[in-house]
């Protein structure tokens, strides 16, 4: 493990590190309202506050000097984010002022948090389970309003209640299945039966489930698109009407664009990276081959390419599985069929946009609150859970002792979701992408 502990009390500048109004500084671990009297200019009254309390008055330096007003909000043991006891101090927000408290609290004994410290330790003292402790960095790097939701959703513990659902029936099918494994069978008085609905139920919910990543990240992450094409095929038109900005230069001659251009924009509320990138052709140059060698990186990257093709032109798509071919300059030419966009009169654009959104979602609907996944972890694990029970189905004539592996697997899977079985490399993974002071 990366040094983490619930042993030592720590600290951490929970608010951005830049000046402000204020700034928010959390502490956590025993004893830290003692620690933190000791550097209180009314120390009896940060001892005497009750749970959930608010205290003002000033920080001082180990001189008595003052150091800044401030409010503390105190929690007992139990009641605050990790369970232990806590406080977090308002001060304003210089960094002169920040600095002089983190050096006072150091003095005291409090030690610099690591990244997630504070999530890690709500979830060893049981305050939340780990797909909880995955929501909060969720919620926090959550890029539309649709992925704030569900990550809310997530962290109110409804992802881990339905799992534990499922693996209360998992377990009480591997129970039954060792009742035959601890007696005779001449002892038991019935053969045990495949419970193959209830099986084919839960591997349904367990695939439907892991389904839901791949939209539910773009909402969170945002998607990246490209567009692609030959010199000169209208891309930088299209992307500066996209994005509402002349960001990019639009001129006849091809191979104005060397490098790619990037901007965030949104489709219908989706988080959308989108990048112009240079044509694609041959002999144009080294600095312009370097442009082309970027653009096919990008390609190759995205979760969706926009392939624009001139009137008349014929074109293979770069990405087949992950191309919309889009026939560019409407105003000039109608020929072709499908999508056509003209960036000078906007035809065809909202339809260009209906169709990105309904590739990048595959199909999938997703609302706020609705329950899905952030994690591919999370989905990797489900879809090994519901292998595991396939296996089990393939080999439903098998003796208890081999069905029972199979369960077994299937458990342990779901027990690594919620973190009920879990591993310090995992933990140290997780928790070390956090922000600090989460």
Known sequence: MREYSTEDPIY???????PSAL???RLSGRGSHSLLAKAFSSPGRIEAASDKSLVHGYITASDGSRIDEVVVALYKEGSGYTGEEAA?????????VLSRLFKRLEELGFKAALKGEFTFRAFMHGRMDLTQAEAVEELVHSRSDLARANALERLSGRL?????????????????LEVHLDYGEDEILEDWVFPTTEVDGIISRLRLLASTYSASRIWREGAVVVLAGQANAG?????NYLVKEDRAIVSSIPGTTRDFIEAWTDFRGMPVHLYDTAGLREGAGEVEDEGIRRARKLIDE???IVQLVEPGEETVPVRPEATIIVRSKSDLSQSGDGLSVSSVTGEGVADLVDAIYSRLMKGAAIEGGSLVIDSERQRDALLRCAAALEEAKEASGAGADVLALFFQAALEELSSITGELTNEELLDHLFENFCLGK
């Open 12 to 18: 951490a500048l929970a608010t951005a590190y830049a």
């Open 302 to 304: 995205a979760d969706l």
């Open 235 to 239: 891309k930088s038109s299209l992307f």
């Open 88 to 96: 977090e101090i308002s001060t304003h927000g210089s960094l002169v």
């Open 23 to 25: 700034a928010i500084t």
């Open 160 to 176: 881990g209640q339905q799992l534990s659902a499922i693996r209360t029936r998992l377990v009480d099918m591997l129970a039954s």
